[in-house]
């Protein structure tokens, strides 16, 4: 046997007569309760106007954002993708 083997063999023998240890995971505190977020809403339909008839796009020369991830709605994610946009619009 070679220096190495043994030294393998030492271990492995070392290690099989080591009691058997239960892993103890540390106690965590209890998770907060889940508490809904209710903000108050306007009282008629006047007071949306500004964020349901707002102005289409804005006059705006074109951007490109280079990001890492683009997490887009209806597909899957893009890894470093580009989001080019002009007058507001993507």
Not at 15 to 38: G, I, N, S, V
Not at 39 to 44: H, V
């Amino acid at each position: 046997m070679t220096s190495f083997q043994t030294t393998c063999a030492g271990i492995a023998l070392f290690a099989a007569l080591l009691p058997a240890q239960e892993a103890k995971t540390p106690e965590r505190a209890p998770a907060p309760p889940f508490q809904l977020w209710c903000p108050r809403r306007p009282a008629d339909e006047a007071d949306f106007k500004v964020a349901k008839w707002g102005p289409r796009n804005l006059p705006s020369k074109g951007y490109a954002f280079f990001a890492a991830k683009i997490l887009p709605v209806t597909s899957a994610p893009i890894i470093d993708g580009v989001v080019i946009t002009r007058n507001g619009v993507i």
